[in-house]
């Protein structure tokens, strides 16, 4: 399985931005995508994670601003993070993953940087 993350770039505060995640290869039917990003010298969390059946479940800080989802035409392999409102500490590299039976695969993640 092979994910691609994509949709970053350079946003002002208060700005939105939403980013893809593309799997391919032997993606099961039934799969957990997450989110997670990583700020500059701190660790990987978790922002949210939404299931091949769109049921979504946040990291309580980011409920409201974020929203994820899968895509209604390709909601096994495809799915989205919707990001309202950034702030400059949103600036981050944002991966996604696929948790299925056999593993967890990971992508190479997006650059999301928020200027003040």
């Known amino acids: 399985v092979q994910l691609q993350a994509s949709g970053g770039g350079l946003v002002q505060a208060g700005g939105s931005l939403r980013l893809s995640c593309a799997a391919s290869g032997e993606v099961g039917g039934l799969n957990v995508m997450g989110w997670y990003r990583q700020a500059p010298g701190k660790q990987r969390e978790l922002v949210a994670t939404?299931?091949?059946?769109?049921?979504?479940?946040?990291v309580e800080s980011f409920e409201g601003r974020f929203t994820v989802s899968r895509d209604i035409n390709n909601p096994v392999k495809r799915g989205f993070l919707q990001m309202n409102s950034l702030k400059p500490e949103d600036t981050a590299v944002y991966y996604c993953?696929?948790?299925?039976?056999?593993?967890?695969?990971w992508g190479q993640g997006t650059l999301v940087t928020v200027s003040s």
């Open positions: 993953n696929i948790r299925q039976s056999g593993g967890i695969y």
């Open positions: 939404v299931t091949s059946g769109g049921t979504a479940n946040y």
